[in-house]
Nanobody, 123 residues
Framework: QVQLVESGGGLVQAGGSLRLSCAAS????????MAWFRQAPGKDREFLLA????????YYKDSVKGRFTISRDNAKSTVYLQMNSPKPEDTAVYYC????????????????WGQGTQVTVSS
């Protein structure tokens, strides 16, 4: 069992930057692969990025490559999403997810979820 709490969301201007954090508690953080998803109003939850337990492997949705970066600090039990040059279409609720291995790009493949944090990108 692991509990996930996202933070860092808010209002950001297009072209700016924002860093989201996801703090984990419970089982050993370093035993979990981590991912970020997002869900815009009226749309399905979509995969963005994932990172392996050690941080040695990362997985990206093509549309965010070069703009978003995932990283983790196992000593702090935290995973980060760095958003650079966000666009209005990036407006969504952002969720972190965890599982014992990298589970793929479908939400149903990930076992643990945070409550989400709202990101709004103004033009």
């Amino acid at each position: 069992q692991v509990q996930l709490v996202e933070s860092g969301g808010g209002l950001v201007q297009a072209g700016g930057s924002l860093r989201l954090s996801c703090a984990a508690s419970g089982r050993t953080f370093s035993s979990f692969a981590m991912a970020w998803f997002r869900q815009a109003p009226g749309k399905d939850r979509e995969f963005l990025l994932a990172i392996s337990q050690s941080g040695g492997s990362t997985y990206y949705k093509d549309s965010v490559k070069g703009r978003f970066t995932i990283s983790r600090d196992n000593a702090k039990s935290t995973v980060y999403l760095q958003m650079n040059s966000p666009k209005p279409e990036d407006t969504a609720v952002y969720y972190c997810a965890a599982d014992s291995v990298y589970s793929g790009t479908y939400p149903r493949q990930w076992r643990y979820w945070g409550q989400g944090t709202q990101v709004t990108v103004s033009s």
